[in-house]
């Protein structure tokens, strides 16, 4: 699938050719590197608060697909218990997700671990976000394209509705950002993210604790919408 995603951005041509990764890139280390020392006051105390509330590990690692898909390891603080069934099965999202929990995604402070995954080059500040790793084979050869760019902690699906759109609309505003990518872009999304975490707008999916599972497109005949 990597290859198949290079040779699909080849054939549609460099996008952002004036522009290139270097420069976004100079700008996420010029932003996280600052902002990860400015922190670390914040990340000890909710650090902290995970592990009084929640146990151990206070961080939640999973492996997800970055640029051209290849895997790497995201990191956010933990949210939910590890509450399981008499069969050893997960609870569903909603029982597991605690009131404190909630608290920490309202004000996206579970997200705060990823600044390390940017300076790290696996992420952008912005971009779409790097969703499940099962989720690769769903994809319509359109919405792969979502994947030419590094995933971001925030992106124009984020500020456009984050977790209160449909699937479809959310990869729809994601390969759009990847074909309008520019620097004006990146800041804009950035101070509209702002905007939203004051607000803290679309942090859930309406009747769901987070936001419901993809189980491919309907009009690219692959899985069903749930």
Do not use: C
Request: aromatic share 10%.
């Amino acid at each position: 699938m990597y290859k198949e995603l290079r040779a699909g951005k080849r054939q549609k041509g460099r996008i952002g050719r004036w522009l290139g990764h270097t420069i976004l890139r100079t700008a996420d280390l010029a932003i996280a590197l600052p902002l990860v020392l400015l922190l670390l006051p914040v990340y000890a105390v909710v650090g902290l608060l995970v592990r009084m509330k929640l146990g151990s590990p206070v961080l939640f690692k999973q492996k997800r697909p970055g640029r051209f898909g290849r895997p790497f390891h995201v990191y956010k603080y933990r949210t939910m218990t590890d509450k399981r069934d008499s069969f050893g099965n997960l609870l569903p999202d909603e029982v597991r997700l605690t009131a404190f929990g909630k608290g920490l995604r309202k004000l996206s402070l579970d997200e705060i671990p990823q600044l390390l995954n940017v300076i790290k080059g696996d992420m952008s500040l912005v971009g779409p976000r790097p969703l499940l790793m099962e989720y690769m084979e769903l994809y319509t050869d359109e919405q792969k394209r979502r994947h030419w760019v590094r995933p971001g902690i925030t992106g124009w699906a984020q500020v456009n509705g984050r977790n209160a759109i449909s699937w479809e609309d959310k990869f729809k505003l994601d390969v759009w950002y990847v074909d309008n990518r520019s620097f004006r872009l990146y800041v804009k999304i950035l101070l509209l993210t702002a905007v939203k975490v004051v607000r803290r707008e679309g942090v859930s999916q309406e009747g769901q604790a987070t936001t419901t599972k993809y189980t491919g497109s309907a009009a690219s005949g692959i899985g069903s919408p749930s």
